[in-house]
């Protein structure tokens, strides 16, 4: 009995020691069941585009920077744009302030005079100036002139004349004038544009010319009873098309753009200091009285001639601009007649 009991202990484990092996059994075949079930896990997060918060910071950082960057590159570029464009600026300023400069006096030096003139801003040259001297009838002629060109060449003639001198050329071209002529004690002063004669007497500026512009009221009048018309284009003009009431040429406005000078009369006494003459070059940034005074803090005509065209073109005058200093030396004159100029 005691055999038979041990023999069927061994055929196999109670229901009591079974039960662990079942039960990790059964967690196994759950566990391969689950792994089966599971989907398959990516290879890569990376791929998936998948970033941690961190380094997603750090990639919109980097991409800042690199625009910061683009940015000041840019920047950069237009800042030595600017730079190149004002040194380019700056060497013409110092290359092209003095084109013409000069000047003469009398032989006793009753009469000085100074002129310069530049070509500035403008692509071409049409602004002219003259200085003449000649006796006539036993009188002493002194000529001085200012010639602002438009459209083509300047042409020192009447205007009749002129006209028959362009006649197959460019309808338009024409020219301003601005002359002083010194007779005995006398100085005549004839104006045709906007070029201008200015005096300085007893230290005051005078403008002996008054400007022909079309807005100006006598002139707009004159020009409308003529069937003309002046309107606004960046300035005001006749037909639309000139800038001045008053000029030789202009074929095609001739029945408006007159050539009829202004002229006045000064007497030359201790009081007159000097004349300028110049083309609205100057006159279109520099005020008269402005212009007295940078010729009385200059040592003579010629170098305040040079010093108005300067300070012209310094305050971005765009046009062409001459000038003419006379100034009169009233100690070496003798019977308050200016004797004749030798001129270089």
């Not at 040259?125 to 083509?152: A, C, L, P, T, W």
């Not at 000097?274 to 008269?288: Q, R, T």
């Not at 601009?321 to 100029?341: K, L």
Request: aromatic share 6%.
């Amino acid at each position: 009995m005691a055999c038979d009991g041990g023999a069927k202990e061994q055929e196999g484990p109670s229901p009591a020691s079974a039960a662990p092996a079942v039960v990790a059994a059964a967690r196994a075949r759950a566990r391969a069941r689950a792994k089966a079930l599971r989907p398959p896990r990516p290879r890569s997060r990376k791929g998936l585009g998948v970033r941690h918060p961190l380094k997603l910071c750090r990639f919109f950082a980097t991409a800042q920077m690199k625009a910061n960057a683009r940015v000041r590159e840019a920047g950069e570029a237009t800042l030595v744009a600017a730079l190149a464009a004002a040194q380019k600026e700056s060497e013409r300023e110092n290359v092209e302030v003095a084109d013409i400069s000069g000047g003469w006096k009398s032989e006793d030096g009753s009469l000085n005079c100074g002129y310069s003139s530049i070509r500035g801003r403008r692509p071409g040259m049409e602004d002219f100036y003259d200085i003449k001297s000649s006796r006539i009838d036993d009188k002493q002629i002194n000529f001085f002139g200012v010639f602002d060109g438009h459209g083509g060449e300047t042409y020192k003639k009447t205007d009749a004349d002129f006209l028959d001198a362009v006649a197959e050329g460019n309808i338009q071209v024409g020219s301003t004038a601005s002359t002083a002529v010194l007779v005995g004690n006398h100085l005549y002063v004839a104006n045709v544009g906007d070029s201008r004669a200015v005096i300085s007497k007893a230290g005051k500026a005078i403008a002996l010319s008054d400007d022909h512009k079309p807005n100006r009221s006598d002139e707009q009048k004159r020009i409308e009873d003529a069937g003309g018309i002046v309107t606004w284009s960046g300035t005001w003009r006749v037909g639309g098309i000139l800038a001045m009431s008053r000029a030789f040429g202009n074929r095609l406005l001739k029945r408006f753009v007159v050539a009829d000078p202004e002229i006045q009369d000064q007497e030359i006494d201790g009081e007159l200091d000097f004349l300028i003459l110049a083309s609205d070059g100057l006159w279109d940034v520099v005020p008269n009285e402005h212009a007295v005074a940078f010729v009385k803090d200059e040592d003579g005509p010629e170098a305040a001639a040079r010093k108005l065209t300067e300070i012209a073109f310094r305050r971005g005058s765009t046009d062409n601009i001459t000038c003419i200093v006379v100034e009169f030396r009233h100690d070496n004159m003798s019977d308050g007649s200016p004797p004749s100029a030798n001129q270089s």
